[in-house]
């Protein structure tokens, strides 16, 4: 059984509990970071860690603890539960309070919780074979640079992507992709150019986006930051996302289309071998 934290306690998971008011219940007045894991190490700590300042700042929401206290606490959890590769997830509500939907004019203390998932991360089967992704409209609220735990549409869409026989979705909003249900999106030009969304209240930040991106200049790729259509996407060379819990996860299909030869490709390879050494590397 797992051993998980609980506002300043490590408990066992049947044991652990929050209030029925807690507003991260409620209202989902919440923000949530998930960290990787490799050889026991947390992969980009610091880059989830000044996200998640971010998210808590643009809701103003309490900060629940600093860097190195949270470090600490990440780092207990993977040795209590051994985790040598997977996932740990940090969640911060602004508390409990009687169900209003204005923020409470007092401060509350911040709801700190986290637990940890043991997962393939390096040898995930869906990585080799590539993934196949179905399209869907967005519908999300309009603050998609939060990281908020608001995921029930994204939740929605996925299962109805899976229902259709794909491993995900990519969410379109005025003609153009945005973004996964809980990744980044990005397509590889027949010319060799790396594109994705630029940053706007219309996507996350993702750590890993940020990372691959930097990854591709340091291999002197071409990068693009820009809006693509569905269109371009389904004609593109090759395809992918990034995400904590993927990498660089190649894409081979998009609403039954194939991508390039329908098989993951030569760049999203090597920005996933690149990211993994670099990165696991540099974990803490």
């Not at 606490?73 to 997977?86: C, K, M, Q, T, W």
């Amino acid at each position: 059984m797992r051993t998980v934290y609980v506002n300043g306690a490590y408990l066992p998971e049947d044991q652990a509990s929050v209030s029925i008011f807690d507003r991260g219940f409620l209202f989902a007045d919440s923000v949530y970071e998930v960290t990787a894991v490799l050889d026991g190490k947390l992969i980009d700590f610091d880059g989830h860690m000044r996200r998640l300042a971010r998210s808590l700042g643009e809701l103003s929401l309490a900060q629940p603890a600093d860097r190195d206290e949270l470090l600490a606490i990440h780092r207990r959890l993977v040795e209590l539960n051994a985790v040598d590769e997977g996932l740990v997830y940090m969640q911060v509500t602004r508390g409990v309070a009687d169900r209003d939907f204005p923020f409470p004019k007092v401060e509350l203390k911040p709801t700190l919780v986290m637990f940890t998932q043991k997962k393939p991360l390096i040898e995930n089967p869906i990585a080799k074979r590539g993934q196949k992704v179905a399209l869907a409209e967005d519908l999300r609220w309009r603050r998609g640079d939060i990281k908020t735990t608001q995921l029930l549409y994204a939740a929605w869409a996925k299962t109805e992507a899976k229902a259709k026989g794909a491993d995900d979705v990519w969410l379109v909003r005025d003609g153009k992709i945005t973004e996964g249900s809980s990744n980044n999106a990005f397509i590889v030009t027949k010319d060799a150019k790396i594109v994705t969304r630029n940053l706007s209240n219309d996507i996350l930040a993702g750590i890993t986006r940020h990372a691959v991106l930097k990854c591709a200049a340091e291999l002197k790729l071409d990068i693009v930051e820009r809006a693509f259509t569905p269109e371009e996407a389904k004609s593109a060379a090759e395809a992918f996302s990034t995400s904590s819990s993927a990498f660089a996860n190649p894409v081979v299909e998009i609403d039954g289309v194939a991508i390039g030869n329908g098989k993951p490709g030569p760049v999203t390879g090597r920005l996933r071998e690149v990211y993994i050494e670099e990165y696991r590397k540099a974990a803490i």
